[in-house]
């Protein structure tokens, strides 16, 4: 993904100035009948770098995206949106940011490079002008034999890529990306996080909704999460694991049949709660204490059960979420 790197540094953006914040909300609030999607959303999101946005389906990051972005308006409370308020001054904040949503919102039946030179135009650029940055973004994106072909023939990751390609088509001061790997293979999510590596080495700030926890591991330099529409807990990855406990233990028995006899051997020694894995023979518990560890292993040796294998770590980030939230991040569609 060199070529993008290139590419990007190659191509402005508006100046930001020293502004230490890219976005800053006070009590945030979205309102739909009886339903408070949003509900008091209090952010500041450093400029620069990518900042996370977690949390269980409906939880209201979409929405809190999708006010950020002017494209709706908060029932009340206040947003900044590179030193802009997102209702007084729509139009500005809407010439320095770009959004890319769950799914390609280019035009399917038109080519990638009509999309992209349709784009262009819009942005003011002329023929000659907007055919030579479509070809430069085909070939950073490296979708150049695919550029004649329409859209709607392109697989998952090359429509998320051109989609992406649309949206920097004039580099924005700072880019929204809602579940941009949301249905991808492996790969081509890889080069998605590649693109987000390089939009910010290009100096472009990024926040991200995500429902996969080891994307905002890679990527995140803070996250939010967010549950019921309030941000629950704000950090940095390793901030939000060490919130919840300094270890994770797992453990799994040889016997599927005394499984529940070691989670009540592990809860009585270690003092928390021990979780059932879908692996029937597998239990996973959080831990205040390694020191306790090996005293609780000793006691499941004593009561007869056998273990085949154990291992203690830094919590992950889902299990961070069981634990503020009460259960794991699915994908979000509406909320």
Known sequence: ????????????????????????THD??????????VDGVDLRVPSGGVYGVLGPNGAGKTTTIRMLATLLKPTSGTALVLGHDVVAEAGVVRS????????????????????????????????????QRSAELLDAFDLTDAADRQVKKYSGGMRRRIDIAGSI???????????PTTGLDPRSRNQVWD???ALVSAGTTVLLTTQYLD?????????????????????????LKASVGSGALHVR?????????????????????AV?????????????????????????????????????????????????????VHEEVNA
């Not at 945030?28 to 999607?37: H, T, Y």
């Open 215 to 239: 994307e905002a591991d890679q990527l995140a330099d803070r996250i939010a999460v967010i549950d019921r529409g309030r941000v629950i807990a704000e950090g940095t990855s390793g901030e």
């Open 96 to 131: 320095k940011v770009a959004m890319t949503g769950q799914f390609a919102s280019l035009d399917e039946d038109l080519t990638g490079t009509e999309n992209l030179v349709m784009l262009a135009r819009l942005y003011g650029f002329s023929w000659g002008q907007a055919r």
């Open 169 to 179: 088509v004039v580099r924005p001061d700072l880019m929204f990306l809602d579940e």
């Open 28 to 37: 945030l609030v979205r309102i739909f009948g009886d339903n408070r999607a």
């Open 253 to 273: 028995v040889a016997d599927a049949a005394q499984r529940d006899e070691a989670v009540r051997v592990l809860e009585s020694t270690l003092g928390t709660e």
């Open 276 to 328: 059932r894995e879908g692996d029937p023979c597998a239990i996973s518990m959080r831990v205040e204490d390694p020191v306790g560890v090996p005293a609780a292993l000793a006691r499941l040796r004593d009561h007869g059960v056998a273990t085949t294998e154990f291992s203690l770590g830094q919590p992950s980030l889902d299990e961070v979420f069981l634990a503020l939230t009460g259960e794991a």
């Open 1 to 24: 993904m060199t070529r993008i790197a290139v590419f990007l540094k190659g191509i402005s953006c508006g100046s930001m100035g020293p502004m230490s914040y890219a976005i800053e």
């Open 195 to 197: 693109i987000v590596r």
